[in-house]
């Protein structure tokens, strides 16, 4: 299996910081990362593909970056809305599809 | 707009079977891969398994082969996730996510997952 890890498990930042979020798999993966918010209560919502891509209608104060077994998920400017918790997951290779534990976005 | 409605609340015994459901909507229902994913309380989201509605070819995480079954009917654009005999540590949210496919240029095909269901709880009690 392809491990992927999070860190950190939980962040507390306030609105307008920018705030990162890393993912490291335990192999390559290439580009085939995504990321997805998950609020409570909800379903999880791609944000971002192929670890970069942005999907269609997410903010743009969302971007990804990274390849290979490195990768992060930035925020430029921290909204209340976005309060939520984050995945990355690895599509690489399909035996299994693998999530990260997730990273706990708060409120400072 | 496309959407995935899935089947309401379950609450079963242990022992009992139970099909949950996951209807697509908005596009063509046998093009795209369907993909179930569990959340047990408190935790993380594991994939669970995949199959192609076209024709379909199923691949299940090995944590879960065994346990459950997939399968789909075209004629009503829904797939299914089914037990035959539950226990307590079913008890989850399980949603299902349309997966959308990306070709490369040497031909390999990789799948991420970019609709998902609202998701059905499922409680698993004596």
């Known amino acids: 299996d392809f491990r992927m890890t999070q860190s950190p498990s939980t962040l507390s930042a306030s609105v307008g910081d920018r705030v990162t979020i890393t993912c490291r798999a335990s192999q390559s993966i290439s580009r085939w990362l995504a990321w997805y918010q998950q609020k409570p209560g909800k379903a999880p919502k791609l944000l971002i593909y192929e670890a970069s891509t942005l999907e269609s209608g997410v903010p743009s104060r969302f971007s990804g970056s990274g390849s290979g077994t490195d990768f992060t998920l930035s925020i430029s400017s921290l909204q209340p809305d976005d309060i939520a918790t984050y995945y990355c997951q690895q599509y690489a290779s399909y035996s299994p599809y693998t999530f990260g534990q997730g990273t706990k976005l708060e409120i400072k | 707009e496309v959407q995935l409605v899935q089947s309401g609340a379950e609450v079963k015994k242990p022992g009992e079977s139970l099909t949950i459901s996951c209807k697509g909507s908005?596009?063509?229902?046998?093009?795209?891969?369907i993909s179930w994913v569990r959340q047990m309380p408190g935790k993380g989201l594991e994939w669970m398994g995949r199959?192609?509605?076209?024709?379909?070819?199923?691949n299940y995480s090995p944590s879960f082969q065994g346990h459950v079954s997939i399968s789909v009917d075209t004629s009503i654009s829904t797939a299914y996730l089914q037990w035959s005999s539950l226990e307590a540590s079913d008890t989850a949210m399980y949603y299902c996510?349309?997966?959308?496919?990306?070709?490369?240029?040497?031909?390999?095909?990789?799948?991420?997952?970019?609709?998902w269901g609202k998701g059905t709880p499922v409680t698993v009690s004596s």
């Open positions: 996510a349309r997966m959308i496919v990306t070709m490369t240029e040497d031909s390999y095909y990789y799948y991420h997952m970019n609709v």
């Open positions: 199959i192609d509605p076209s024709d379909s070819y199923i």
């Open positions: 908005g596009y063509s229902f046998t093009s795209y891969w």
